[in-house]
């Protein structure tokens, strides 16, 4: 008989890079699978480095058959969730695991967590915040995730509904050809956005990075504050992702458009990062590091990503939207194909219902490649 199943906290540096390296564990046998850096994981959830943390807390546990780590959780109360979505509402997330009985235990471990801290319902899984990596993929197994986008097995589904759990709302991300004419229609609207003097189209700048960052973020804020799901970036996150995000940033693949001189609209394109660490294995030291700096000098992939788009709240369901909406995608889209050789792109997380996020991307042709699930649970 196997040994019994039991929940040990994080609580040390050595539990916190075995709650990381799990993950090699859970898909060492997964050809889809991605290593993510570790050190980008360790910063998810330290709270000396990850600004998440100034306004929520979580915990990590591991499930442990013997002296052999079998599975992983944390759980999140997130004051700016309780602010802007529901009181008593909390999350769990960063979910690997071998099995159905250590999947159990370990989202009862962080329901009962989640209890002692007041709340009354969880979202899940949400790893570890909105903006990191939201939902289970429930579709879309056998094609790579690209960069900031996660990859799951499929039993997790069944592990996670056998918990209680019901689907909450679903992600989804779109597949593009992008080497490819646009449809007519795209074509007017963007020549009707330049041939009116009040729109602008410009490139980010690196040399005012900060700047641009900020309005980027702060167009997100806005043009994203209706949706489903939305918690404000704070001043902190902001310059945080921002600094994050630089060593990717590709100044004629990042877009703000300008409506009489005032920011009105971004588009945000990085290269799949992925395709550059793949064989790093997760590591940047010794030489990892060096290999992906020279590696993103100039980037050569197949595949690019628009994991942000918005458009001010103001412009909502106008054709001026519309207009700057495509001609910023166009202008990316160009850019991919002529300046680094890129034939297809993926546009997302949309949610299900955000038709007009939906309509943008399937007006150029685009499917929908991936399916993410994030289920509730009253508690």
């Known amino acids: 008989m196997s040994e019994t199943v039991t929940i040990r906290p994080v609580t040390t540096k050595a539990e916190r890079r075995l709650f990381v390296d799990f993950a090699w564990e859970a898909y060492k046998d997964d050809p889809a699978w991605v290593p993510p850096l570790k050190d980008e994981v360790h910063g998810l959830i330290d709270p000396k480095k990850n600004p998440w943390f100034g306004h929520g807390r979580a915990a990590l546990w591991l499930a442990m058959r013997g002296t052999k780590v079998v599975g992983r959780i944390s759980a999140q109360v997130d004051d700016l969730v309780q602010e802007h979505m529901q009181a008593g509402l909390g999350q769990w997330g960063m979910f690997e695991v071998l099995d159905g009985e250590a999947a159990a235990l370990l989202i009862a471990t962080a329901e009962q967590w989640l209890r002692e801290q007041g709340m009354k319902a969880t979202l899940a899984p949400i790893s570890i915040s909105i903006w990191d990596e939201p939902g289970l993929l429930i579709e879309g197994f056998e094609q790579r995730p690209m960069v900031m986008m996660g990859h799951h097995r499929p039993a997790y589904r069944a592990w996670i509904e056998a918990a209680g759990y019901a689907k909450a709302k679903d992600l989804v991300t779109y597949d593009l050809d992008i080497d490819k004419p646009q449809p007519e229609l795209i074509n007017r609207m963007v020549a009707a956005a330049e041939r009116n003097p009040r729109i602008r189209i410009r490139n980010v700048e690196k040399a005012h990075f900060a700047r641009d960052s900020a309005i980027i973020l702060n167009l997100l804020n806005d043009a994203w504050s209706d949706n489903w799901g939305f918690v404000p970036l704070t001043d902190a996150e902001i310059a945080y992702a921002g600094k994050k995000l630089k060593p990717i940033i590709y100044e004629d693949l990042v877009r703000i458009a300008e409506l009489d001189g005032e920011p009105v609209a971004f588009m945000l394109c990085i290269p799949d990062i992925n395709e550059l660490t793949a064989d790093l294995n997760g590591e940047l030291f010794p030489f990892g590091f060096v290999k992906l700096l020279w590696r993103l000098r100039k980037p050569r992939v197949k595949r690019v990503r628009v994991p942000l788009m918005g458009v001010t709240r103001r ?65």
């Open 315 to 379: 412009l909502h369901g106008t054709r001026m939207a519309g207009q700057i909406a495509y001609t910023l995608i166009e202008y990316i889209r160009r850019a991919c194909v002529e300046h680094y050789g890129v034939k297809e792109g993926e546009f997302g997380w949309v949610l299900e219902d955000n038709q007009g996020m939906m309509s943008i991307a399937e007006l150029p042709g685009a499917t929908i490649n991936h399916v993410y699930r994030i289920f509730d649970k009253a508690l």
